[in-house]
């Protein structure tokens, strides 16, 4: 039990400590006496996380526009200042978004007066925004609570537009400190994996009308790389696709492929293949390539 007003004493109070309770109360130095002069007093709310304070004020009087009491809207000195008050008005009641509150209270060297009690209680915060349906990923992380992050992942052909990172923030309305991040197929680039997907650029959705885009795959020297055509519906002759067998298009070309299904899926004999696709016509289409690396059989010569 908090003692009240109606109690016939209080106990002389401190300049400041921390608090962990989920809720109490705050006195000036020496209340209900007067505060003494030339004080700095600090007092730290830690609440679990999920929780903001809701304070609300029983007595006020303090020097006007000499002392003053602050409260921060986080665990630091710097944090962002809520609500700074002085003189004989009784502040109204404030809530805190984040789940630790800094309390800071200054009294100079002239007028003392009675000073303060608040009470304060905690209260559960709002989560941000639920990432979810994250299309083409995978989000990591279940906690959308003040302070907490997540991470997205994108999955493989796919490349991440944005943060991968987010933080709830603290805040009265709840949000994450930057935009959902996206995962988009790239038009070309450099694969280094052993094996993956390519897809063709806005994958789900149609390709654009006018595109030029260029992979490089890469994979470890003594394999040779296999590409099956899983999808191919693009429409020659404006729209093709054109594989070689090596780093640059004057390597020897494996093929030009436009819309149906190759009879025999091009096999390069370096570890390296370049595909580049082009489309000029106005249908749109879609692709999708696997590619695998294998170890190549060696060449044998005879005499």
């Known amino acids: 039990m908090f003692q009240t007003m109606s109690s016939p004493f209080f106990f002389s109070a401190q300049c400041g400590g921390i608090r962990e309770e989920m809720e109490g109360t705050i006195l000036s130095p020496g209340f209900p006496g007067n505060y003494p002069s030339n004080g700095d007093c600090t007092w730290r ?33 710097t944090s962002t ?4 008050f002085s003189g004989q008005d009784l502040p109204p009641s404030l809530l805190t978004t984040s789940h630790e509150t800094t309390i800071y209270f200054h009294s100079d060297h002239s007028q003392n007066k009675p000073g303060f009690r608040f009470d304060y209680q905690a209260y ?14 995978v989000v990591v992380g ?14 493989p052909g796919y ?9 709830c923030q603290h805040g009265t309305t709840r949000n994450w400190d930057h935009p959902f991040p996206r995962c988009e197929v790239p038009c070309g680039g450099n694969i280094t994996s052993d094996n993956g997907t390519i897809f063709s ?5 149609d390709y654009p009308t006018s595109a030029d885009c260029s992979w490089l795959i890469t994979v470890a020297h003594g394999l040779g790389i296999r590409l ?3 999808l191919l519906q693009v429409h020659g002759p404006q ?7 090596g780093p640059q298009e004057t390597a020897r070309k494996l093929g030009v492929f436009t819309e149906g299904d190759p009879n025999n899926p091009p096999s390069s004999t370096s570890n390296h293949v370049l595909i580049r696709f082009r489309s000029n016509s106005e249908k749109g289409g879609l692709f999708k390539i696997n590619y695998q690396g294998n170890y190549m059989l060696p060449v044998h010569f005879q005499a």
Request: aromatic share 16%; hydrophobic share 35%.
């Open 228 to 230: 099956n055509f899983t």
């Open 45 to 77: 709310i830690y609440l679990p996380v999920g929780y903001g304070a809701h304070v609300q004020f029983l007595n006020f009087s303090t020097e006007a526009n000499h002392d003053f009491l602050e409260i921060r809207n986080g665990p630091f000195d």
């Open 239 to 245: 729209d093709f696709i054109t594989v070689w067998d």
């Open 159 to 167: 490349q991440l537009m944005g943060h991968s990172i987010l933080t």
């Open 201 to 205: 650029p806005g994958y789900p959705e």
């Open 142 to 155: 279940a906690g959308y609570n003040v302070g907490q992050s997540i991470s997205f992942e994108c999955y």
């Open 81 to 84: 200042v809520i609500g700074r």
């Open 124 to 137: 559960e915060l709002q989560e941000c925004p639920d990432p979810e349906p994250f299309h083409n990923g």
